[in-house]
């Protein structure tokens, strides 16, 4: 089960009741339900879900390359919310740039690995403006590397438009387009990619799909943008940002 499908149980379910602690030994189920509570907690900006999930990974004993993984997934959403509401993310990038795999590894898990430290270090050097030159080294070498292992995974272009601006329907029309163009890249190759890995991490599509809407409904292309916030929605039915745009297309009308 991929987990778009786990969030949307989650969410039909309610399926945010406390579960046994996370075992010592990574246990697929309870990755797969963790990864699930950290997405819906992002998508609905609920940190206190992720806080959760998170606090369960930390519990974990395994050494297995996939709670890594997921830890600093957690810690990025997390620090992707505190700087959406102005605050400081604190150390919980440092959480997520240190890569969860070997740098010898070429495995569509490691790509994953080095997308997210990519994604990391680029939200860090735009909190943190003294190392931002540091930071952008480290992201772009990540992106190389995942680009050498899986250079089709689609959270590679998501992470190049990040690159450009976080919210590039407030920027400059040179700087919007620029970002506009690779997030039409990243939805496109989002339809099209088949992942070597047997359940993959899941995030990004919605996001591109969104911050696209946004682009064109700054521009007054009220049409395609509802097409696009409605994609979004439909990956994930609780998504706060793209929710914001639906009421900003209804207010338009």
Known sequence: MSF?????????????????????TADFADLADLAARIEYGFYSN???VIDAARAALERSESKDSSVAYYRALAAFRLAQLDVEHG????????????PSTSDKA????????????AACANLAART???RSLLLQRRRDQA?????EIEPSNPRITLVEAWSLSLRPARESPEVAQQAADELRHAIEE???WTSKQTDPPDWGEAEALASLGEILLARGSTRDARDLIERALLIAPDYDYAVGLRKRLRAAR
């Open 87 to 98: 605050t400081d993310p604190g150390s919980l990038l440092e959480e997520c740039l240190k």
């Open 143 to 147: 992106l190389s590397r995942a680009r």
């Open 4 to 24: 778009t499908k786990v969030v949307r149980v989650a969410v039909v379910l309610g399926g945010l009741a406390a579960r046994p602690a996370f075992a010592a």
């Open 128 to 130: 943190a403006p003294l």
């Open 190 to 192: 989002f339809g099209s």
């Open 46 to 48: 609920e940190p206190r």
């Open 106 to 117: 070429a495995t569509p898990a490691a790509a994953e690995a080095w997308i997210l430290v």
